[in-house]
């Protein structure tokens, strides 16, 4: 089946997007959190492989090389920077062939390259600006390499730096850009720039989708999704945390657990390793995704906590039948809860007490 290009997907069916490699591989064991470096491309690439496949199976459309915090400065904060390229072109090869291996009279996956935060950004220092531009560069070139269908722009907090990053995604010449921008909990981007300003700064200087990814869960991307609709004219991406982030706590980063933890984390933070139980149910996702499909968002999917659970309920919030849909709950045939006419009273009476 021939493959088609990202707008023309936006156009026609939208796009479902699973990000949340970084989480996901942690939780596998792959991953050391806190240092969040992807050699897990490197180390473990039949691992990598194997969750493209499954956010495949759960009805992504793109396979996104994980080359998230891939880039030079958290390189050398662990001191492997000599393996940068390696890394990169890594993550782009293994995300190219899941994206061509699809089932019989399945359209093959659209392969996304990325670049991300740099967490160096300094919107006073020209020197530090020029040092990102240039980790940006490097990592366009390879993306552009491995012919990806577009570049992934994601996790901003500064405007300034995601403009930056559109314009090395620019330089590359004829390949779409997505960027996404993470507020933090000011409910602003760090250089003073309101959320919808950036985003729309963004759109008009040519970037394809624009929109909001990570930090926040459903309940407080939402009402800047709303306000942003209304003022953009182009595509829009939502891709939330799956966690419930509360307009008290708007970003995962000081969420706090009071529902009986016993054992906090070492480190005094739910965040990243102990955010289990705040996690958002498949049903918020779902909700999330449907709602935001009524609002005229096109490309959803979930970022940091995702498991393809998550992205197999944004698929089926936007009409879709994944691979994964085949194995949707049947609660009927529970042994307790169920309703089949074949289940024991004796057992299914006692649900409510169990």
């Known amino acids: 089946m021939e493959k088609r290009g990202l707008m023309d997907r936006l156009e026609t069916d939208g796009i479902v997007c699973a990000e949340g490699y970084l989480?996901?591989?942690?939780?596998?064991?792959?991953?050391?959190?806190?240092?969040?470096?992807?050699e897990v491309a490197l180390e473990h690439p039949e691992a990598l492989a194997v969750l493209h496949?499954?956010?495949?199976?759960?009805?992504?459309?793109?396979?996104?090389?994980?080359?998230?915090?891939?880039?030079?400065?958290?390189?050398?904060?662990?001191?492997?920077?000599?393996?940068?390229?390696?890394?990169?072109?890594?993550?782009?090869?293994i995300a190219k062939k899941v994206a061509a291996d699809v089932p019989d009279g399945q359209e093959p996956n659209l392969l996304a390259g990325n670049i991300s935060n740099s967490n160096i950004w300094d919107p006073t220092d020209a020197s530090i600006q020029k040092e990102v531009r240039t980790m940006f560069d490097e990592m366009v070139a390879w993306a552009?390499?491995?012919?990806?269908?577009?570049?992934?722009?994601?996790?901003?907090y500064y405007a300034q730096e995601a403009l930056c990053a559109l314009e090395a995604i620019q330089a590359a010449k004829s390949i779409p850009a997505v960027i996404t921008l993470a507020p933090m909990g000011e409910n602003k981007m760090r250089d003073d720039w309101s959320i919808?300003?950036?985003?729309?700064?963004?759109?008009?200087?040519?970037?394809?989708?624009?929109?909001?990814?990570?930090?926040?869960?459903?309940?407080?991307?939402?009402?800047?999704?709303?306000?942003?609709?209304?003022?953009?004219?182009?595509?829009?991406?939502a891709l939330p945390v799956p966690y419930r982030t509360t307009t008290h706590q708007p970003t995962f980063f000081n969420l706090d657990d009071n529902n009986g933890c016993t054992t906090p984390s070492p480190h005094g933070r739910t965040f990243p390793t102990a955010l289990d139980p705040l996690l958002c149910n498949r049903y918020e996702?779902?909700?999330?995704?449907?709602?935001?499909?009524?609002?005229?968002?096109?490309?959803?999917?979930?970022?940091?906590?995702?498991a393809p659970i998550h992205i197999r309920e944004v698929a089926e919030a936007m009409g879709r039948k994944p691979p994964a849909s085949r194995y949707a709950e049947n609660m009927s045939k529970h042994f307790m809860y169920g309703d089949d006419a074949s289940l024991p009273k004796h057992i299914t009476d006692y649900g409510n007490r169990a």
């Open 23 to 38: 989480f996901e591989m942690e939780r596998r064991g792959y991953l050391t959190a806190g240092e969040f470096v992807p």
């Open 53 to 93: 496949r499954d956010f495949q199976h759960a009805g992504s459309d793109v396979m996104v090389a994980f080359t998230y915090n891939a880039h030079r400065e958290k390189m050398r904060i662990i001191g492997k920077e000599d393996l940068l390229e390696p890394i990169n072109r890594a993550a782009l090869d």
């Open 144 to 156: 552009a390499d491995a012919e990806v269908d577009f570049i992934i722009g994601e996790t901003f």
């Open 196 to 237: 919808v300003d950036a985003l729309k700064a963004l759109e008009d200087r040519g970037a394809h989708v624009v929109g909001m990814n990570c930090f926040r869960g459903p309940n407080t991307m939402v009402p800047f999704l709303k306000e942003a609709r209304r003022e953009l004219n182009g595509p829009m991406a």
């Open 285 to 306: 996702i779902r909700q999330f995704a449907s709602d935001a499909w009524q609002m005229g968002i096109r490309y959803l999917g979930v970022c940091c906590g995702a």
